[in-house]
């Protein structure tokens, strides 16, 4: 844990013995996150995340919890692709009480830069990219939070907007194709490198069990649409 200058705590969950040893805020943290994502084609088991709990997996994760007098105001959970330098926001969740004091915030733009800063220490990496999906608010009908509202708060924080046509494969093989998802990417920088784009596409999909993926046809068609929007390589971004 670490103390902030706003008396709350920053916890880092990095292995498997760091989620047992805290789990009675593990178990806190599961109902805001089971609460903040009904809907189950966008939501894993954390279970799944538990077992990806190990730096030498591809990809790894780690979770980052806001912790206020020992309660959950928040957290987030981050996979880490190192190839392709990319770090993929899969979940970040605030406790509805806990609303409007900054917790977001906290989480995206003070702990999550410290906690990849001493990742490309340890790994000689360069990971500055950081891509998440949000629901589209003219295609989505499940979800806990306005969710227009939602993108507001982002772009508030510095969320740009990649301008391509994405396809979420299923998550734990067990769940459904979701098409209702923008993709956005916190960077210092106006465009992203496509190449780079599409290894961490790649790499996603293999990640949730679609080792063929290059014939997939959700897959080719997200890759089409990074292809026809990239410019001398590039990405620009919104």
């Known amino acids: 844990c670490k103390q902030s200058n706003l008396g ?17 805020f593990i178990e806190q943290f599961r109902k805001i996150y089971n609460d903040a994502f009904p809907d189950e084609n966008e939501r894993e088991e954390l279970i799944s995340i538990y ?21 959950i105001q928040g957290g987030l959970i981050i996979d880490v692709y190192i190839e392709s330098e990319f770090a993929h926001l899969i979940y970040i969740v605030t406790d ?11 989480l995206l733009k003070e702990y999550l830069p410290k906690v990849l ?4 220490k340890e790994k000689n990496t360069n990971i500055e990219n950081i891509i998440f999906e949000s629901n589209n608010p ?3 009908t499940i979800d806990s939070f306005d969710t227009k509202l939602r993108l507001d708060i982002f772009k508030k924080l510095g969320a740009k907007y990649i301008p391509v046509k994405y396809i979420q ?14 993709l956005f990417v916190y960077t210092p920088h106006d465009s992203i490198d496509s190449q ?14 679609i080792h063929n993926y290059v014939e997939n046809d959700d897959y080719i068609a997200t890759i089409k649409s ?6 001398n390589n590039q990405i620009f971004l919104i």
């Open 8 to 24: 709350v705590v920053m916890l880092i969950i990095r292995d498997k013995e760091d989620y047992e040893k805290n789990s009675k």
């Open 51 to 71: 077992n990806r709990l190990d730096n030498e997996s591809t990809p790894f994760t780690f979770l980052i919890f806001d912790l206020k007098d020992n309660i």
């Open 96 to 106: 509805p009480n806990a609303r409007q004091q900054g917790v977001a915030r906290r």
């Open 117 to 120: 800063q001493q990742i490309n």
């Open 138 to 140: 003219e295609l989505t």
């Open 169 to 182: 494969p299923p998550l734990e093989g067990r769940t459904q194709t979701v098409h209702n998802l923008f």
């Open 196 to 209: 780079k784009l599409k290894k961490f596409i790649g790499d996603f999909y293999y990640g949730l069990g």
């Open 226 to 231: 990074i292809d026809a929007n990239t410019k």
